[in-house]
């Protein structure tokens, strides 16, 4: 059975864009590798690199107009940002709102999460420090992007983080929280079980406890984060093998992972929507209105992963939905 979301790769060390603020510098923590499911005893490493975050001098970190990396265009023009939306054919970096309409500028970007948003399995520039760059060219001030973002971690890892003073720090100083997160609190085995079934009861408990941990997770954030600070969760493609990987594992694996990220999505949407959080809808992103678009170009060669296309585009998701109108007004 393949290992699962950021338990496939040691951790690789991501290449921070020029003039975006990266985590990756910090020794112990870009090649930390996560063995277990459970958070053990990466709280100790995440807290010293946030530690070290928090010391950084943002102001000679930061990116300046003109030396941000050039984005090419979206991986299909036309292609769904958002669920209901039309197609965006502007790369992350084309003009536009920085933070939607009447808003202030955004200085920075901090990334949260599991192996997704901190680049894994990917020799590229994670969408987190694309958003950054992106809204750096938009806005023409530096914009920084700390990445506390971390292989292998769980919605509960994420929640013991927040009891780290320096992560905590982090979170309130961050004028933009985007988060990806959820897909490693679900064991693979259950997507091939008949016994599961189409209502996915083998399922339950855990999509239970990940809406419990995502309300909890958001609850804390929100109470942190400075005024006007805006926070935006992403949904999934799959939360297991997509593409070519998952079809290779069958029919009945590629229909019992979709069915089970469906029901992810719709809890990480929902707990979005209820704490005022946005909701980046992958998924459409991805794959397509009906879901049957193939994103093997969009991944990494383990089929788990985004590649450098795919974080480009989960990066102009995460723009679309920032640029839209602030539902609290």
Same mark, same amino acid.
């Given at each position: 059975m393949p290992a699962r979301r950021?338990?496939?790769h040691a951790k690789r060390e991501r290449r921070p864009s020029t003039g975006v603020a990266s985590l990756s510098m910090f020794s112990g923590y870009a090649h930390q590798r996560f063995r277990s499911r459970r958070f053990g005893t990466a709280v100790t490493i995440l807290a010293?690199?946030?530690?070290?975050?928090?010391?950084?001098? #943002?102001?000679?970190? /930061?990116? @300046?107009?003109?030396?941000?990396?050039a984005l090419a265009a979206?991986?299909? $023009? +036309?292609?769904? =940002?958002?669920?209901?939306?039309?197609?965006?054919?502007?790369?992350?970096?084309a003009a536009g709102p920085a933070v939607g309409e009447g808003r202030r500028a955004v200085e920075s970007v901090l990334g949260l999460g599991d192996s997704v948003p901190a680049g894994s399995a990917?020799?590229? #520039?994670?969408?987190? /420090?694309? @958003?950054a760059e992106s809204l750096s060219a938009r806005q023409g001030t530096p914009v $920084? +992007?700390?990445? =506390?973002?971390?292989?292998?971690?769980?919605?509960?890892?994420?929640?013991?983080?927040?009891?780290d003073d320096a992560v905590r720090a982090g979170v309130a100083g961050a004028d933009l929280t985007v988060i990806t997160i959820g897909a490693n609190d679900f064991e693979e085995e259950g997507v091939e079980d008949d016994a599961c079934g189409a209502d996915l009861a083998c399922y339950g408990t855990a999509l239970e406890r990940l809406r419990a941990n995502m309300d909890a997770l958001l609850s804390r954030i929100h109470a942190?984060?400075?005024?006007?600070?805006?926070?935006?969760?992403?949904?999934?493609?799959?939360?297991?093998?997509?593409?070519?990987?998952?079809?290779?594992?069958?029919?009945?694996?590629?229909?019992?992972s979709d069915r089970l990220t469906v029901a992810v999505n719709a809890a990480l949407a929902a707990s979005a929507a209820a704490s005022g959080a946005l909701f980046a809808d992958l998924h459409t992103a991805f794959k397509g209105?009906?879901?049957?678009?193939?994103?093997?170009?969009?991944?990494?060669?383990?089929?788990?992963?985004?590649?450098?296309?795919?974080?480009?585009?989960?990066?102009?998701?995460?723009?679309?939905?920032?640029?839209?109108p602030d539902p609290r007004r």
């Open positions: 950021g338990e496939s010293t690199a946030a530690t070290s975050a928090v010391a950084l001098d #943002v102001a000679s970190a /930061s990116g @300046v107009p003109g030396t941000h990396t979206p991986w299909r $023009a +036309g292609s769904p =940002l958002v669920a209901g939306s039309p197609g965006g054919t502007g790369s992350p970096g990917c020799e590229c #520039v994670s969408y987190v /420090s694309l @958003v $920084a +992007g700390p990445n =506390l973002a971390a292989a292998g971690l769980t919605t509960q890892g994420l929640l013991d983080m927040l009891d942190l984060r400075g005024p006007g600070g805006r926070v935006v969760v992403t949904g999934y493609w799959n939360v297991f093998l997509d593409g070519a990987a998952g079809r290779a594992r069958g029919p009945k694996y590629v229909a019992g209105e009906e879901g049957t678009r193939d994103d093997t170009g969009l991944l990494a060669a383990d089929g788990d992963h985004p590649g450098a296309e795919g974080h480009r585009l989960i990066a102009e998701t995460v723009l679309a939905a920032v640029s839209a």
